[in-house]
C-alpha cells in the first residue's frame, strides 16, 4: 500500500521560509513524479510544483515560480519543498501526490494527507 506523509507545515510570519517534507513508502519512490499541490479555504486545489523521477526536471505554478524548489532524494524516499518569501497568498493545506509533475490532478494516483501553512501578515 502506497502511502505518502507530508510533515514540516506550521505558522510563519511573511517573508519566512518553511521546508515541507513528504515521506513515501509502498512502491519504488525513484521510478515516478511527484507533485505539490494546496488548498486554500473554500478554494479548489492547486498545482503548485512537479519534478520527474530523477529530480532533473522541475516544474512550477507561476505564483511561486522564484520563490519555491521542489526537490527530491531517492535514496531516502523523500519529495521536499523549499518555501522562501512566503506571503499570505500561500496560507494553504499543502499535499504531495505521486504519479505526474504537471498540474493536473486526474494524472497522480496517490496524495497525502496534507500539512498545514499558515503566513501571518
Known amino acids: 500500500q502506497v502511502q505518502l506523509v507530508e510533515s514540516g507545515g506550521g505558522l510563519v510570519q511573511a517573508g519566512g521560509s518553511l521546508t515541507l517534507s513528504c515521506a513515501a513508502s509502498?512502491?519504488?519512490?525513484?521510478?515516478?513524479?511527484m507533485g505539490w499541490f494546496r488548498q486554500a479555504p473554500g478554494k479548489e486545489r492547486d498545482f503548485v510544483a512537479g519534478?520527474?523521477?530523477?529530480?532533473?526536471?522541475?516544474n512550477y505554478a507561476d505564483s511561486v515560480k522564484g520563490r519555491f524548489t521542489i526537490s527530491r532524494d531517492n535514496a531516502k524516499n523523500t519529495l521536499y519543498l523549499q518555501m522562501n518569501s512566503l506571503e499570505p497568498e500561500d496560507t494553504a493545506v499543502y499535499y504531495c501526490?505521486?504519479?505526474?509533475?504537471?498540474?493536473?490532478?486526474?494524472?497522480?494516483?496517490?496524495w497525502g494527507q496534507g500539512t498545514q501553512v499558515t503566513v501571518s501578515s
Open positions: 509502498g512502491r519504488t519512490f525513484s521510478g515516478y513524479a
Open positions: 519534478i520527474n523521477w530523477s529530480g532533473t526536471s522541475r
Open positions: 501526490a505521486s504519479g505526474s509533475m504537471y498540474s493536473y490532478p486526474s494524472r497522480y494516483d496517490y
